[in-house]
């Protein structure tokens, strides 16, 4: 049900300040996105805001991950997505979101037998 390279992908993004200014502000050749982008690998393109919504993620993931899935969305709301990247990649929300999306990797890696 969870397309888990899509899910790595919009994890990394959001992590990552060096792949931020790497792909958001187009300093990586042939390879460019976004702040939407980022979220939407996560929650659309991953499946993850319907595994939410049917109760899959809650069957087989634990508490702890999914309580951080629920962090991560309510963070990543706060953050105008209609920002300048650089405006986006600055707000002072982004470090709570690098440092939960990278905890989330981990959870999700070993959650997942990774």
């Known amino acids: 049900m969870i397309n888990k390279t899509s899910l790595f992908e919009g994890l990394r993004q959001l992590a990552s300040r060096d792949l931020q200014e790497a792909l958001w502000l187009n300093r990586k050749d042939n390879r460019m996105s976004s702040f939407t982008e980022a979220m939407s690998y996560v929650f659309d393109d991953a499946g993850i805001a319907r595994a939410i919504e049917v109760g899959y993620l809650q069957k087989n993931f634990s508490s702890a991950l999914c309580k951080k899935m629920d962090e991560l969305r309510r963070l990543l709301h706060k953050v105008p997505e209609n920002a300048s ?14 440092v939960l999306a990278a905890e989330l990797i ?9």
Do not use: N, T, V
């Open 106 to 114: 981990d959870m999700f890696s070993a959650e997942m037998g990774q």
């Open 85 to 98: 990247p650089r405006d986006i990649i600055l707000h002072p929300k982004m470090h709570a979101i690098r």
